[in-house]
């Protein structure tokens, strides 16, 4: 995390991620970081396919607010996961500068916070992730035609490329999964803050078609591949590891 | 929380600046796509962003900034950041920012350097 402000400092500068060049996981730890370590953060200009601005949102009603809302999801993030997926964090709450693993789909990559304040935070995907992207979670009021008081919508929102022409030939499948994903996770934040029906809203642009044809090699990143190399290799590195004990 | 002024003037034939005052967030991002259609209105091929009175900045003013990137490659025009403090200048270079837009200290310097070269 960059430093709190001191002098001159903007007021921003405690809510950004401090520069790094090559993403070290936080959790020491942690044995999911194979596909992070070292890699570098890839965002919506340094990814492969079409770019989408892709938006998920769910309205909590009127008794909570924004504030406790992104409180609690920063603190209970992987929580509110499906079982689809898991982060492998053992961090107490999101902070700017964190760096976690985690598993989708029998993918294992991560993420790095790239901002957090107290209705927002943001992460940026390493290299090798399904997608260059950047993904914000936020809670913020909205007037209502239904009620006198503003309502409190929890949103998702996110800016991404498929990293590479064999995730981006995944798309259409992936889309799908992710229309199952992060509508569970609203769900989940929902319930927990008392919200059992919950209609969630999607919506997605095509913000630009081309290809990023100059991206290709990404692919030598990619984390699907990584992820069955690693598993396939587990008796290799555990004879290994007999060998020097 | 404030919110951000656009104002669009030509340093330079072919060149149109948006000095960015204020806050930026993603709720400008009206603004800022007006902004830019005006300065492409008068045909520029560079742009230049001065950042020199932005107060504050959000991760969505960074989408907000991806966004014009790709329209601006749309119409084949490049990009310049100016008057970035340390700061943010990090967050640029942390985001990746900085390999599509091109960072200067000044819009002088930075239209030397993407100015057209006469010849080509």
Redesign the interface.
């Known amino acids: 995390m960059m430093d709190g402000p001191v002098g001159n400092a903007p007021r921003d500068a405690a809510n950004w991620a401090r520069k790094v060049d090559r993403l070290q996981v936080t959790d020491p730890a942690e044995p999911h970081g194979y596909n992070i370590e070292g890699k570098r953060v890839a965002g919506p200009m340094n990814g492969f396919g079409r770019l989408w601005q892709r938006l998920y949102l769910a309205d909590l009603g009127t008794t909570v607010t924004p504030e406790a809302v992104v409180a609690d999801w920063r603190a209970h993030f992987g929580d509110y996961w499906p079982r689809m997926g898991r982060f492998h964090s053992s961090l107490s709450t999101i902070q700017p500068g964190d760096v976690t693993a985690l598993t989708a789909g029998g993918v294992t990559t991560g993420i790095m916070v790239l901002y957090a304040d107290d209705t927002s935070f943001t992460f940026l995907t390493p290299e090798g992730h399904m997608f260059a992207a950047m993904i914000t979670f936020s809670a913020d009021k909205e007037a209502s035609e239904k009620d006198a008081a503003e309502r409190t919508i929890a949103r998702i929102s996110m800016l991404l490329r498929c990293s590479d022409p064999l995730f981006e030939s995944m798309w259409p499948l992936a889309r799908r999964g992710e229309d199952v994903f992060w509508p569970g996770v609203l769900r989940n934040l929902a319930r927990a803050h008392g919200v059992t029906e919950v209609t969630i809203t999607e919506r997605t642009v095509c913000v630009d078609r081309r290809r990023l044809w100059a991206n290709w090699r990404n692919i030598r990143h990619n984390s699907g591949i990584r992820t069955v190399v690693h598993a396939l290799s587990a008796p290799i590195r555990r004879a290994r590891a007999g060998r020097t004990t | 929380m404030g919110s951000a002024h656009m104002a669009v003037t030509r340093p330079a034939p072919g060149a149109a600046e948006i000095a960015i005052v204020g806050d930026v967030t993603a709720a400008c991002e009206d603004d800022l796509m007006t902004a830019h259609e005006e300065a492409s209105d008068a045909g520029a091929t560079v742009i230049v962003l001065d950042f020199a009175q932005m107060?504050?900045?959000?991760?969505?003013g960074?989408?907000m900034l991806?966004?014009l990137?790709?329209r601006a490659q749309?119409r084949q025009q490049r990009i310049a950041a100016v008057g970035l403090?340390d700061?943010?200048r990090?967050?640029f270079?942390?985001?990746?920012?900085d390999?599509?837009i091109v960072l200067h200290d000044d819009t002088a310097s930075a239209l030397r350097a993407l100015a057209p070269k006469e010849g080509r």
Request: no cysteine; hydrophobic share 35%.
């Open positions: 107060e504050y900045m959000n991760s969505g960074i989408g991806v966004t990137l790709v749309r403090t700061h943010y990090q967050i270079e942390l985001t990746r920012l390999e599509a």
